[in-house]
């Protein structure tokens, strides 16, 4: 959908850094860590959030990463509610940690209580894919 | 004290339809007996289990909120627990935490009129906005 992994004009902005370019902030690229499942956890929230930002700083910036459910105003985060769920487990079906997804920390305490309540009634697998 | 919990429990996928009423109705009578309330049942139907639980690959899924107070949901516990069917169980209250969700929209409700009513163009901008 949006992976704009382009390793683009980076080289280019630290010999140029002096000419009047306009910052790189309009093409927000995406860090290099790798995604887990394949699956993008972060929804389309607002960007920018630079930490160092700046030409010549450094060459990827995180986007910043939004709370889900803040965003949305999703409050009620239920065991019964497998496909958002879902969203927040590995393949592995190890529960993906805040600082990969963005999730907050009392959203996260929510769903992870959520996410163990669908894995006791067998919602969700304990290991590995549901079968 | 009475408390509202879900109550959701699976049964072998080959019981018949007769005998889940039958065992929906047994924990019925001993809800009322016991001065609680059956607000709803609610059968979600077959479905793959997301692991083997007795050797069983499926279930079917029946959730009950119930009324009552901590005992009867005790009584109702060992009720399934020797019952042979059933092969899966979870119990969750869920009253504090309707209860704060509707302190959320209480707020939530309130704040949308007091925005509403002086600047309309306020409420637009409470919405998740676009980058600047």
Known sequence: MADETRPTATPRAETSSGSDRPSGGDRPERSERPDRGGRSFRPGGPGGGRGEGGPGGRKYFRRKKVCKFCVEKVEAINYKDIRLLAGFVAESGKIVPRRLTGVCTPHQRRLSSAIKQARNIALLPFAGRAS | ?132
Do not use: C, W
């Open chain 2, 1 to 132: 004290m009475n408390r509202t919990y879900e109550l959701m429990f699976i049964v072998r996928p080959d019981m018949a339809e007769e005998d889940q009423d039958k065992l929906i109705s047994a924990l019925e009578s001993a809800v009322t007996t016991s001065g609680g309330q059956m607000k709803n049942v609610e059968r979600m139907g077959k479905r793959r289990l997301a692991y083997t639980v007795r050797k069983f690959h499926d279930g079917i899924y029946i959730l009950l909120t119930v009324d009552g107070s901590g005992g009867l949901i005790h009584e109702l516990e060992r009720r399934l627990r020797v019952t042979e069917p059933v092969i899966k169980f979870l119990t969750v209250r869920i009253d504090e935490e309707q209860k704060r969700l509707d302190k959320i929209k209480a707020i939530r409700d309130a704040r949308r009129k007091v925005s509403a009513a002086p600047a309309p163009a306020e409420a637009s901008g409470e919405a998740p906005a676009v980058p600047a």
